[in-house]
């Protein structure tokens, strides 16, 4: 077995591991990364689209943004549909000139790799067999198999950025309280070759249930439908699929939505999730791997990269001058803002979605909410503060 020693362990090469790396490395910090997928999957997987001011500003700050700004869409508001009218809450106005930005994920993802390959410190893709050890400790270990040999990192901190389903929670579980909740609906959501139908995002509560339509570029959309989660994605065929949306984005202003090739889709279930603390010994939480949130808010990539920053700034803390004190509250600091975020990411989807059990009496107060959201400043400011990201917790 051969081992090398570094100062940070980082498990997942996604948006929360990546940007970890890019911080540790800006202040100077070792650090070696551990993916178990290839890296033609990591940079094509179709994920979350929609960035946050802050997300936007740290890349702009690690001189990450340039082809985020070349080809990235910026919008100033977002429109909420519902009695087949639509209503535009001004994000920018109401939040002294913020902004979000739709880039994909898988972008977002390639231009870190990139960064992190010209840094010239480690990234293993394709790696099996990750085990974290000794994290009690302050000298733990991740022993994993690449290319049919077995290695061993030796390192003072260990950070779980690998995801729902990687191995540095189940590593801890019994240490943690779990909060789970399933919503008793899903998404089916496509990405299709057809420029967007409308100039920023539309948020629809219909009879029919919920619709969202995103978009990736100015030829590529990305739509979404309330479904039954355990539907088969191939009782939907592209016809079935195009005339629900029809149905549920109707207005009674003429506005038509445009439709084209379906090039990809798939049903997620939804769920909010929280493992707290997101921190146990020398093992650090960050990302899907500690929390998940509903899509409807857009905010798990973005949630995830506020989790490494306020790691790294810890990290560079302790690594520097031996002062654990950021660490120590690391989990603290981190959940404030992640339990704000669940709250205004069930809002939104209880607020715009059908719900099994509703009657009558609940719809009309989903319209009364949305009547109020759209006609109260107080209330716009609301959703917009929460949209576009909160500085400060």
Known sequence: ????????????AGPAGLVLSQLLDRAGIESVILENRDR?????????????????????????????????LVHHGVYLRFRHQSHRIPLSDLTGGKSIYIYGQQEVVKDLIEARLASGQPLHFEVSDVSVHDFESDSPRIK???EGEQHEVQCDVIAGCDGFHGIC?????????????EYPFGWLGILATVPPSTDELIYT??????????????????????????DDIANWSDDRIWDEMHKRFETDDGWELQDGPIVDKGITPMRSFVAQPMQHGRLYLAG???????????????????????LAE?????LGDGDGSLLDAYSDTCLRRVWRVQHFSWWMTSMLHLIGSADDFEHELQLAQLDY???????????????VGLDKV
Do not use: W
């Not at 077995?1 to 997942?12: K, L």
């Not at 919920?210 to 355990?230: G, I, K, V, W």
């Open 40 to 72: 033609e999957y990591v940079t094509q997987r179709v994920r979350a689209g929609l960035l946050e001011q802050g997300t936007v500003d740290l890349l702009e700050e690690l001189g990450l943004a340039d082809r985020l700004h070349r080809e990235g």
């Open 169 to 181: 929670r189940p590593a801890i579980e019994s240490r943690l309280q779990i909060y789970n909740h």
């Open 373 to 387: 959201v759209v006609s109260s400043q107080a209330a716009a400011t609301t959703l917009a503060e929460n949209y």
């Open 288 to 310: 899907d791997a500690a929390h998940i949130v509903p899509p409807t808010g857009a905010k798990g990539l973005n949630l995830a990269v506020r989790d490494v920053r306020v």
């Open 1 to 12: 077995m051969s081992a090398v020693r570094t100062q940070v362990g980082i498990v997942g």
């Open 314 to 318: 810890a990290l560079a803390k302790f």
């Open 205 to 230: 509560l219909h009879e029919r249930g919920f619709a969202l339509h995103t978009m990736r570029s100015p030829e590529l959309s990305r739509l979404y439908l309330q479904c039954d989660p355990h």
């Open 144 to 146: 994993y198999t690449h």
